[in-house]
């Protein structure tokens, strides 16, 4: 069997460097990365056979609007025109962001955007939509503020601080999932059909228990220290993935936090 070509953009992001990592176990895959702004034309001459397209500004608060739509929408249209010259499978990072009040985000809304797009592609080439519930892992630091609060209060609690979270939403559920679980459901939606399916474990864990969690696999109970959230209104109050596409995590939440903070750094 011959090679199998695989284009990634984001390759040095959060979930593309474990996808990459889980992608090079395999030597019959032949990774090639993308190199400078994914909003200009690209021309290669290649047939892959998948493209995942990772890159994007993720960042939910954004300060630049304008810039997040011009990232995240035209280097998609510019994905969808390689695939198309390429004849390969589009594999592209979504968001259970537009789940909320999607509106009020340039994040969600340009991924809400992106959704249609694809859809309006389904009978011209192959595509998939991943709509990636709330992702936490290794090489989630680089992520800064906007890495998940799984990581952000290991560290909290890792340099001897308590824990920050917001008094308003002690228990607002959210689906969180591990990385590793995300890399399964990329690699699952090379042989799916044309869709849009969300990637989540399809249950919802208030933050607090969330918190509770992660204090017990670092062995620490301090008490944390509530604070204003700015941002309320934007997103529902529970949100989880509704796993109708054959996908199911190997991890559960608590599963993946202990592997996680076993094995890896969060910091």
């Known amino acids: 069997m011959g090679k199998i070509k695989i284009f990634i953009t984001g390759a040095s992001g959060f979930i593309g460097q474990n996808l990459v990592k889980e992608l090079s176990k395999d030597e019959k895959n032949e990774l090639v990365f993308l190199k400078g702004d994914v909003c200009q034309e690209i021309k290669i001459k290649n047939d892959f056979d998948i493209i995942y397209h990772l890159a994007a500004i993720s960042d939910t608060r954004f300060p630049d609007d304008v810039e997040t739509y011009r990232v995240n929408i035209l280097g998609f249209l ?105 890399v399964k459901a990329l690699k699952m939606a090379i042989r799916v059909k044309n869709g849009i399916y ?45 796993l109708n596409w054959g996908f199911r995590p190997d991890y559960t939440l608590e599963e993946g936090i202990k592997d996680y903070f076993e094995n890896y750094e969060t910091s």
Not at 106 to 129: C, H, L, Q, R, T
Not at 158 to 177: C, N, S, V, W, Y
């Open 198 to 242: 969300d990637v989540g474990t399809g249950k919802s864990t208030a933050f607090l228990k969330v918190l509770n969690q992660v204090q017990k696999c670092l062995g620490t109970s301090r008490k944390p220290i509530y604070i204003h959230n700015p941002y309320l209104g934007t997103f529902q109050r529970d949100t989880k993935a509704e």
């Open 78 to 182: 510019m994905m969808i025109k390689l695939a198309l010259s390429c004849k390969s499978k589009l594999i592209y990072a979504s968001s259970s962001a537009q789940y909320g009040n999607y509106r009020k985000t340039a994040y969600a809304n340009s991924k809400m955007i992106m959704d249609d797009i694809a859809k309006f592609f389904f009978d011209k080439m192959p595509i998939v939509g991943l709509r990636l519930f709330n992702t936490f892992g290794p090489n989630e630091a680089q992520k800064g503020k906007s890495a998940s609060m799984i990581t952000q209060w290991a560290n909290q609690l890792k340099a001897g601080k308590r824990p920050k979270i917001f008094q308003e939403e002690l228990f607002t559920k959210r689906d969180h999932i591990y990385v590793k679980d995300v």
